[in-house]
Nanobody, 125 residues
Framework: QIQLVESGGGSVQAGGSLRLSCAAS????????MGWFRQAPGKEREAVAT???????TYADSAKGRFIISKDNFKGTLHLTMNSLKPEDTAMYYC???????????????????WGQGTQVTVSS
């Protein structure tokens, strides 16, 4: 069983930065497709960024140029560095992982088998 625990959320003013972390246990992150999702009140959950086994990242258009996803396989931790934050980035952010498999890439819609409890990000104008 893979367990994911997020941290690093908080409140920040527009233009500021935050770094989210997700500690994974139960399986080596080296062999996992992982990603970050977010859900704002009244909106559907959306993928923000994913990273495959080869550490190739994929970003939503809203995250391109501002967010960086990275994986520290030695520590078993996934990160999301968020810069130039905007009020519309306000949401609950979730870490996710796909069930281990032989496929090298992430599923089209990103990982979805394991989820963390979420960490709140609030950006004020």
């Amino acid at each position: 069983q893979i367990q994911l625990v997020e941290s690093g959320g908080g409140s920040v003013q527009a233009g500021g930065s935050l770094r989210l972390s997700c500690a994974a246990s139960g399986y080596s992150t080296t062999s996992l497709c992982m990603g970050w999702f977010r859900q704002a009140p009244g909106k559907e959950r959306e993928a923000v960024a994913t990273i495959d086994k080869a550490n190739k990242p994929t970003y939503a258009d809203s995250a391109k140029g501002r967010f960086i996803i990275s994986k520290d396989n030695f520590k078993g931790t996934l990160h999301l560095t968020m810069n130039s934050l905007k009020p519309e980035d306000t949401a609950m952010y979730y870490c996710a992982a796909e069930h281990p498999s032989s496929r090298p890439t992430c599923p089209k819609d990103g990982p979805s088998n394991y989820w963390g409890q979420g960490t709140q990000v609030t950006v004020s104008s």
